[in-house]
C-alpha cells in the first residue's frame, strides 16, 4: 500500500514539474489581483478567486519539498512528513495534490497519536496518555473523536485523584507532644514544698502541672535568675528529682523520677530503622554489622525492646522520644561511614653509567721459539702444500724460505709464531739459502693496542599508582609479575624391580615388556614456588583529628640476581618499614636509596706505568655507575565527615539544692 502511494506522489510530482517548467517566464505576472476580479472578467456569487501565478522558482521548491515529505511519509514519520507537505503547499497553492498530500499525512499522525495515548492508558500513564491526545488535538482542532477521548483521560484523573475515605486502622500512632510555653524569662527565690514549687514554675510559662503523689513534699530551696522554659524545667527536675511527661501542649504531669513511674507515665515511640548496606547474619563476615548495632542500642541507650529483622535489614525500636533522638544521632554518625584517603605513589628511579677506556696496552707477554724446529713443523704439517708449490713452480725444492713465505702469505698457516713479527738471536739464519742454525731462537712479542673509547647512559624511570583507603584499612599494591622457582624435585617411591606374575618372571612378552619399563621408571616431580618480582606495597593510612595523615608502610622490591645456588636463582631484597605523619595533600620521601660505584684499571708494563707522567700513555680504563630510588608518596583526604574539633568540656552541676 505504501509502495502505491509512493509511486502516486512521485507521477504527480513529476507532472508538476512538467507544469512548472511550461510557465512562460517573459512577462511579469501580478501577484495581488483584486479579490474581486479573475483573468477572465468579475467574480460571479459563490464563486472562488484564482490562486495568483507561482514563480518556476517556488514550483521547482515545491516539488523537492513534496518528494522529500513523501520519503518521510514512507518511512512512518508522519508529523515531519506533515510540515514539509505544508511548506509545499504554501509554496505552489494552486496544486491540488499537495492540499491532499497535508489532509492525509495529517490524518496519519493523528491516528499514531491516538494509538500511543491508548497504550498510555493500558499501562496505567493518564499523564502520557493526555500528553498526546493534547498534541494530536493541536495537530487536528476539528477533529471531534480526538476531543471526545481527551475529555475521557481528564475524567478518569479525576475520579482517581478524589479523596477516598481512609481505612480506619486497629492501633493508631501518634506524633510526639511538643508544650508550647509563653515566651520570656523569669526569676524564682523561694523556699517552699516540692509540689508547690513545681505548680508554680509551670504556672509561670502558662503550663498547667498534675502531680503524682510520689513526688515528694519536703521543702526545697531554689534560686535561678533569668532562666528560660527550659532551663528552669531542667533545673526544677535535679532539685525535686522528678520528671515531666506532657499531655498535650498546655497540660503536663509531674511524677518521682524512677523507672517505675517512668514505663507507666512516659510516652513510647516507635522507628523503623533501615540498616542496608551492613553484613546481615546470613553473611560469613565475622564481625556482624547488624548485631553490633543493636548490641549498641541495648547496652549503650538502655533500649530493651526492639526486633532486628536481618531479611529486610531493619531495625524496630521503642523507646523514650529522646531515647530515640539520641540513638539517631548516634546512628546518622555511624552511617555517615569512615574517612577515606586516597594515596598517589610516585616510585623513581634513577641510573647513570660511565666508561671511559684511553691509552695505549703494551705487550705484557714475550713468546720464544726455535726457528728451525718452528719452520720443519710447518713444513711437515703442510706437505701436500708444499709439494703443489714445487710442482707448480713457485719456488724450488730447496728453497725452504719462500715455500715458507707462500703458505703465510695463502693464509694457510694461522697459529704459527710466524705469523706476527719476531726478533732472532741465538744464531745464524740466512733466508738467502734458506739455511738457519739450531741455536737459532726467536722472540715473538705480544699485540699493542691503542684504546680510545668513551660510553654512557642514563636511564630514568617513573612509575605512578594510586589507590583509595579507608580509615584504618590496609591496602596492598603489587607491581611486576609472578616467578615460578624450581624449588626442589622428587621420585616416586616405586621400587625399579617390578615382580608381577606372567609380566617380570615367566610368560614375559615384547609387548607386555614395553609396559613393564614404563612401570619401572621413576618419575620427577617438581616443587614450584612462585615470587613477587617486583613492586609489593603495603599501607595503611589513619586520619588524626588535626587533618593530618598517618602512614604505616611495608614496602619490598625483589628482583632476580645474577647468581644461583644449586639452580636456584638468588634473589634481590630491598624492603621498608616505617611510619610517617604528613599533611593532607602534602608529598613526603618515604623510602631513598643511593648507590655508587667506581673502579679504575690500569694496563701496562709493571715500573713504567707506575712513573708520574708515564702514566697517562698507559691504558686506563675508569668505570662509573649511579642509581637512585625515590618512594614518594601524597595523601588526599577524599571523605572526612567528622569535624576536625572538641567540643569545650561542660560541668553539670545542681542549679538547686534540696533541704
Known amino acids: 500500500m505504501r509502495q502505491t502511494t509512493l509511486l502516486r506522489f512521485t507521477v504527480l510530482l513529476l507532472a508538476a514539474t512538467l507544469a512548472a517548467s511550461q510557465q512562460p517566464q517573459s512577462a511579469p505576472v501580478n501577484t495581488n489581483p483584486a479579490p474581486s476580479q479573475t483573468p477572465n472578467g468579475p467574480l460571479t456569487p459563490g464563486q472562488k478567486p484564482a490562486p495568483p501565478p507561482v514563480s518556476s522558482k517556488n514550483a521547482r521548491r515545491a516539488a523537492k519539498l513534496f518528494l522529500s515529505a513523501a520519503k518521510l511519509y514512507e518511512a512512518a514519520q508522519f508529523e515531519p512528513a506533515l510540515k514539509e507537505y505544508q511548506e509545499a503547499a504554501a509554496l505552489d497553492p494552486s496544486n491540488p495534490n499537495y492540499g491532499a498530500a497535508v489532509e492525509l499525512a495529517r490524518s496519519h499522525a493523528v491516528t499514531a497519536l491516538v494509538q500511543a495515548a491508548a497504550k498510555a492508558r493500558a499501562q496505567s500513564n493518564p499523564d502520557a496518555a493526555h500528553a498526546a491526545l493534547a498534541h494530536a488535538l493541536e495537530l487536528d482542532p476539528n477533529n471531534a473523536s480526538v476531543a471526545e477521548r481527551l475529555r475521557e483521560v481528564a475524567d478518569e484523573a479525576i475520579s482517581e485523584n478524589a479523596p477516598r475515605k481512609p481505612a480506619q486502622p486497629r492501633y493508631e500512632l501518634a506524633a510526639p507532644v511538643d508544650l508550647e510555653p509563653k515566651d520570656g524569662t523569669h526569676s524564682f527565690h523561694v523556699r517552699i514544698g516540692a509540689q508547690q514549687l513545681i505548680r508554680q514554675v509551670y504556672t509561670a510559662y502558662g503550663i498547667d502541672a498534675a502531680i503524682d503523689a510520689t513526688v515528694p513534699t519536703t521543702t526545697v530551696r531554689f534560686d535561678i535568675d533569668d532562666a528560660s522554659f527550659a532551663e528552669a524545667t531542667h533545673a526544677l527536675s535535679l532539685a525535686t528529682n522528678s520528671f515531666a511527661e506532657p499531655l498535650d501542649p498546655h497540660r503536663v504531669i509531674v511524677a518521682r523520677d524512677t523507672p517505675q513511674m517512668r514505663n507507666q507515665y ?169 739455511t738457519c742454525s739450531p741455536t737459532a731462537f726467536g722472540l715473538s712479542p705480544g699485540a699493542t693496542t691503542l684504546n680510545l673509547s668513551v660510553n654512557t647512559s642514563d636511564s630514568r624511570q617513573l612509575d605512578n599508582y594510586q589507590f583509595r583507603l579507608q580509615d584504618g584499612d590496609e591496602g596492598t599494591l603489587k607491581s611486576g609479575m609472578r616467578y615460578p622457582i624450581t624449588t626442589s624435585t622428587y621420585g616416586s617411591s616405586l621400587s625399579s624391580s617390578v615382580n608381577i606374575a606372567g609380566l617380570s618372571s615367566a610368560g614375559n612378552s615384547g609387548a607386555l615388556s614395553g609396559i613393564l619399563s614404563q612401570l619401572a621408571s621413576t618419575p620427577t616431580v617438581p616443587q614450584i614456588q612462585y615470587e613477587d618480582l617486583g613492586l609489593t606495597f603495603k599501607a595503611t593510612a589513619r586520619i588524626l583529628r588535626s587533618g593530618n595523615v598517618a602512614l604505616s608502610v611495608d614496602m619490598k622490591i625483589l628482583s632476580l640476581g645474577a647468581t644461583s645456588i644449586n639452580g636456584i636463582p638468588v634473589l634481590n631484597n630491598r624492603a621498608y618499614t616505617g611510619t610517617a605523619i604528613v599533611s593532607a595533600g602534602e608529598a613526603a620521601v618515604v623510602a631513598s636509596e643511593v648507590d655508587s660505584a667506581e673502579v679504575r684499571a690500569i694496563s701496562g708494563m709493571p715500573g713504567l706505568s707506575e712513573i708520574p707522567g708515564l702514566d697517562n700513555a698507559t691504558d686506563k680504563d675508569t668505570q662509573k655507575s649511579e642509581s637512585s630510588l625515590l618512594i614518594v608518596m601524597t595523601p588526599h583526604v577524599v571523605r572526612f565527615p567528622y569535624g576536625n574539633y572538641s567540643s569545650p568540656m561542660q560541668i553539670l552541676q545542681r542549679t538547686a539544692q534540696a533541704r
Open 266 to 434: 512516659q510516652h513510647s515511640a516507635y522507628e523503623s530503622i533501615s540498616l542496608m548496606g551492613l553484613s546481615g547474619a546470613s553473611s560469613n563476615s565475622s564481625s556482624n554489622e547488624m548485631n553490633d548495632i543493636q548490641a549498641v542500642a541495648k547496652n549503650i541507650f538502655d533500649i530493651q525492646r526492639m526486633n532486628l529483622d536481618t531479611s529486610a535489614a531493619t531495625l524496630s525500636l521503642r523507646a523514650a522520644p529522646s531515647t530515640l533522638t539520641a540513638f539517631n544521632n548516634t546512628w546518622l554518625s555511624i552511617s555517615e561511614g569512615r574517612p577515606e584517603v586516597l594515596i598517589d605513589v610516585k616510585v623513581i628511579q634513577l641510573a647513570h653509567n660511565y666508561e671511559r677506556n684511553v691509552g695505549i696496552q703494551t705487550p705484557q707477554q714475550l713468546g720464544v721459539f726455535n726457528v728451525l724446529a718452528e719452520a720443519q713443523s710447518v713444513l711437515q704439517s703442510n706437505q701436500a702444500l708444499v709439494q703443489e708449490i714445487i710442482s707448480s713452480g713457485l719456488a724450488s725444492p730447496n728453497d725452504y724460505a719462500t715455500i715458507l713465505a707462500i703458505l703465510l702469505a695463502s693464509g694457510q698457516v694461522t697459529n704459527s709464531p710466524f705469523n706476527n713479527g719476531f726478533a732472532i738471536f741465538g744464531g745464524n739464519c740466512s733466508l738467502a739459502s734458506g
